[in-house]
Antibody, heavy 123, light 108 residues
């Protein structure tokens, strides 16, 4: 059974750097085709993809946030870490990590999601 | 960047009715990279459909996906009380993911 859980601060000040950790179980991030992604959702708004890291350490970022994001993995600890610099109140959102699954024939999707963690940016 | 548009924004229906949700892309999307998610208040999204038409594990067969190119559809054949939620389409193209703005299905 695959599970993921996000952890990190619930409150950050403007201009600070946010560090979120996704701790997972039930799969290995060294398995070919697998990835872990981060997606956020401001209150009452739609989902927004942030970043993805693949089993081979290939990384992808949202073009609009690329300069502020870094995603890394620690395979031995079953963790993926997302850092976002220069936080602003508009970054207030629930942040989710999700397992990125390869179904074959070129088909992918985020099939298992963590419960999410709410981050508020305020002074 | 591919932009996804979903319509309608809100769909008001009664249990037992059929729901048809649309997702339109600003440019052609590979069917392999089109997915649908359901989200209920206070919960994380749940994968319904991947590859435009394949149901994820445990998803009832009243949910079906179709489409190709720039036009995709999620159909719920007969709405159950637990199906009233927000639905998002998502695509993965050129190594970039985008989500649509969502369609809320509420009780009429």
């Amino acid at each position: 059974q695959i599970t993921l859980k996000e952890s990190g601060p619930t409150l950050v000040k403007p201009t600070q750097t946010l560090t979120l950790t996704c701790t997972f179980s039930g799969f290995s991030l060294s398995t070919s085709g697998v990835g872990v992604g981060w997606i956020r959702q401001p209150p009452g708004k739609a989902l927004e993809w942030l970043a993805l890291i693949y089993w081979d350490d290939d990384k992808r970022y949202s073009p609009s946030l690329k300069s502020r994001l870094t995603i890394t993995k620690d395979t031995s600890k079953n963790q993926v870490v997302l850092t976002m610099t220069n936080m602003d109140p508009v970054d207030t959102a629930t942040y989710y990590c999700a397992h990125f699954n390869y179904y074959g024939s070129g088909r992918y999707a985020f099939d298992i999601w963590g419960q999410g963690t709410m981050v508020t940016v305020s002074s | 960047e591919i932009v996804l548009t979903q319509s309608p924004g809100t769909l008001s229906l009664s249990p037992g009715e059929r729901a048809t949700l649309s997702c339109r892309a600003s440019q052609s999307v590979s069917s392999s990279y089109l997915a649908w998610y359901q989200q209920k208040p206070g919960q994380a999204p749940r994968l319904l459909i991947y590859g435009a038409s394949s149901r994820a594990t445990g998803i009832p067969d009243r949910f079906s996906g179709s489409g190709s190119g720039t036009d995709f559809t999620l159909t719920i054949s007969r709405l159950e009380p637990e199906d009233f939620a927000v639905y998002y389409c998502q695509q993965y193209g050129s190594s970039i993911f985008t989500f649509g703005p969502g369609t809320k299905v509420d009780i009429k």
